[in-house]
């Protein structure tokens, strides 16, 4: 109401908004909401933070700069979230990168947002800060990063940690590639492919039994195998034999020692085929008696003969293979 009598429509302003009139002294105008105005701003705000679109495209101009200036206020906005009560059953835990910051965010199992933590990387202080604004679960779900484990066991010691099955299959496959070579290979990202076909506890013994079937047989020891990937497993190499063992005097003792391998390191003077390695250097002199008498003075030793080279022939001296016509 401008004057007092009743407003009527009077059309539409360019920008769609109801346009108003004063029947009694022709007064147009549109009415103000500055509530409803600032949930479309913040409302295009998150589609652009949240989506793949430009300013541009979400404003509709060419630059965007107009969506700039309506959305400046969305930035001063701090989200708030209610602390968990609820304790679930699960809870899934990661880390996001945005830009050089790092967010930690709690998932419950069903999908609802428990709690989130700021922090520069994902370090034991981070993940303990992220763990204490939510109840303990019965089992966490991770993608086995650092500083989670010392967290867990200093927050939810009785909470039981579980790898995820996508990051455990990517990194199977950054390992072995989507190809492998070997029937080994083969087999063991066959067995981890088939973890997300386990849902029940049938399924799971239905998969634990051909994998502890691999694991004994990987690490039972096979002749001809070094020994290097048994202890890279924890498994201590194969004893020595009964007869080195038993008679300690039966072992081949170490020969005289030249003066030049005094110089070189420890593992060259060690007798064994096992540790014999190459030297780069030069052998040494074989002493005066093994190279024979020396040559007399003031007389020259003959050398073999020697074919001389063929000299290359030349165009020049063949008069008869370049002619000249006259």
């Known amino acids: 109401m401008v004057c007092g009598a009743r407003l009527v429509k009077n059309g539409r302003h360019r920008s769609g908004t109801q346009r108003w009139r004063c029947p009694d002294c022709g007064a147009s105008s549109v009415r103000r909401r500055p509530d409803v105005t600032r949930r479309e701003q913040l409302r295009r705000f998150v589609i652009w933070l949240t989506g793949k679109h430009t300013q541009a495209e979400v404003d509709g101009t060419a630059s965007g700069r107009s969506f700039r200036r309506e959305t400046a206020w969305c930035w001063d906005i701090q989200p708030r979230l209610e602390p968990a009560t609820t304790t679930h059953h699960a809870v899934l835990v990661d880390g996001v990168w945005i830009g050089t910051w790092c967010l930690l965010i709690a998932v419950s199992d069903k999908g609802d947002l ?3 933590q700021w922090c520069g990387r994902e370090t034991t202080a981070a993940w303990t800060a992220l763990l204490e604004q939510v109840p303990a679960p019965a ?4 993608d086995g990063g650092s500083g989670l484990p010392s967290a867990l066991r200093a927050c939810w010691p009785e909470t039981k940690h579980q790898r995820c ?3 455990l299959q990517m990194n199977t496959s950054r390992h072995l590639t989507r190809n492998p070579r070997t029937d080994a290979g083969r087999a063991l990202r066959g067995l981890v492919l088939k973890l997300s076909e386990v849902h029940d506890e049938d399924t799971a013994i239905a998969w634990a039994t051909p994998a502890r079937a691999m694991v004994a047989d990987l ?7 070094h020994p290097v990937p048994q202890r890279a497993m924890g498994i201590h190499p194969r004893p020595a034999p009964q007869s080195l063992a038993a008679d300690p005097q039966s072992r081949p003792r170490r020969g005289p020692v030249h003066l030049d391998q005094l110089r070189q390191p420890a593992h060259h003077l060690t007798t064994g085929r096992r540790h014999q390695q190459s030297d780069p250097r030069p052998a040494p002199p074989p002493p005066r008696d093994e190279r024979g008498p020396p040559p007399p003075r003031g007389r020259m030793v003959p050398r073999p003969p020697t074919t001389p080279a063929r000299p290359r022939a030349h165009a020049r001296d063949n008069p008869t293979r370049h002619h000249r016509r006259t």
């Open 114 to 116: 428990l709690a989130w």
């Open 139 to 142: 089992v966490i779900v991770s």
């Open 165 to 167: 099955v996508f990051h």
């Open 219 to 225: 690490r039972a020891p096979h002749p001809g195998t």
